[in-house]
């Protein structure tokens, strides 16, 4: 009989090297298979047939593939997670879209990120993953980045980039989300309550509590931008009864996130999906890095000012790149003081676009 590893059915006899969670598919799996040592990629391992989907086939193809497939066939992009890596992924299938013309593109996400891709023209339509039944062919992205070798050295969106195309583009153009007049109108007058300029704050990351911005110094911050006459607009964060300017915190569902990330004047961000957000709408966004360097995430972005201190600090093991969950203390974090991120705010609605983040990347050295 089949087992069932999280939401992949086992069909061949793997004996593990280490514990694999069974409800996380998303990390590399190390393992031996019929008595021969490798590593293998979730990918992989399903287009051999190792691992199979009991409630939909995906027939797996490799970007490289796609050449062969017959005109007018419907490639679906699966990937579930990570507000930020499906902004990133974006620019990377118009690109394979238009290296493609003879096929259709589709893409599958889960119920939350679904409607991000609504009104893209070039899409033929968005599945919910949970909802999908039948056969697809596809390019199965979930955890992709992630399980990278090269995650540690390259740029997200440039991994992207190599795989599905091969190649790297000078520039990168993000393609969602499109926004109608109608959902900026909705924004401007949500913001009209509060005086301009407007910052836009996401306390929390989505993801991991190593890139959390802590409570006390996000007030602080809330309170020199007052004294600086700004208003602080926040959006996403654990602490309800924060006394902001306008809080916005789950009464947003992702589009219309989206829309007030576009009518802000700048966005304050950890490292997570607004910021990505934020660049794809073309609002300048100061990004609070903590576990993993910039370079690896903003060094292709136009209206980025990060600020990370985590390669300066000297401390152990830092940046820890996630792999710290019991830390605590987030002194990585914590060193960013709210001086540096109120002068950052100044520079980034005066500039809006920075055009020194490869120069910049020259102090964000490991040291």
């Not at 059915?9 to 514990?19: E, F, M």
């Not at 999906?273 to 794809?280: D, P, R, V």
């Not at 690896?296 to 201190?309: C, E, G, V």
Request: proline share 6%.
């Amino acid at each position: 009989m089949p087992k069932y590893c999280g939401h992949l059915i086992l069909k061949r006899s793997v004996s593990w090297q280490g514990t694999v969670p069974m409800s996380n598919t998303y990390h590399a799996l190390r393992g031996e298979i019929f008595g021969v040592k490798c590593e293998h990629d979730y990918n992989w391992l399903l287009r051999t047939g190792y691992f199979r989907d009991p409630y939909k086939d995906f027939r797996l193809w490799p970007s490289d593939h796609l050449k062969k497939l017959r005109p007018g066939t419907e490639v679906v992009i699966v990937r579930d997670i990570g507000l930020g890596d499906l902004v990133i992924i974006s620019a990377a299938i118009k690109a394979l879209d238009e290296a493609h013309p003879h096929l259709r593109f589709a893409w599958a996400t889960n119920s939350y990120h679904r409607e991000l891709f609504e009104n893209v023209p070039w899409l033929t339509c968005t599945y919910q993953i949970s909802s999908m039944r039948g056969s697809f062919d596809a390019i199965d992205l979930r955890g992709f980045a992630e399980r990278h070798h090269a995650k540690y050295t390259t740029d997200r969106i440039d991994i992207y980039f190599d795989y599905l195309l091969g190649s790297r583009p000078k520039e990168y153009r993000f393609c969602v989300p499109v926004l109608t007049e109608a959902e900026r109108q909705w924004a401007r007058q949500t913001l009209a309550e509060v005086p301009a300029p407007r910052v836009a704050i996401a306390a929390k990351s989505s993801t991991i509590h190593l890139r959390t911005f802590p409570e006390a110094q996000v007030i602080e911050v809330a309170h020199r931008l007052n004294e600086e006459n700004m208003s602080a607009v926040l959006t996403y964060n654990d602490f309800l009864d924060w006394p902001a300017d306008l809080n916005l915190t789950g009464q947003l569902n992702i589009r219309q996130l989206c829309a007030i990330v576009a009518e802000c004047d700048a966005v304050i961000s950890p490292d997570t999906g607004l910021c990505h957000l934020a660049e794809a709408v073309e609002t300048p966004h100061i990004d609070l890095y903590s576990s993993w360097p910039p370079r690896l995430r903003l060094s292709h972005y136009r209206y980025a000012f990060p600020i990370w201190k985590a390669g300066s600090l000297g401390l152990p093991k830092c940046p820890c790149f996630d792999k710290r969950p019991t830390c605590t203390t987030l002194e990585c974090m914590r060193a960013i003081s709210s001086s540096e991120i109120i002068a950052r705010v100044r520079q980034a609605i005066a500039e809006r676009v920075n055009t020194n983040v490869r120069e910049e990347e020259k102090t964000w050295a490991i040291r």
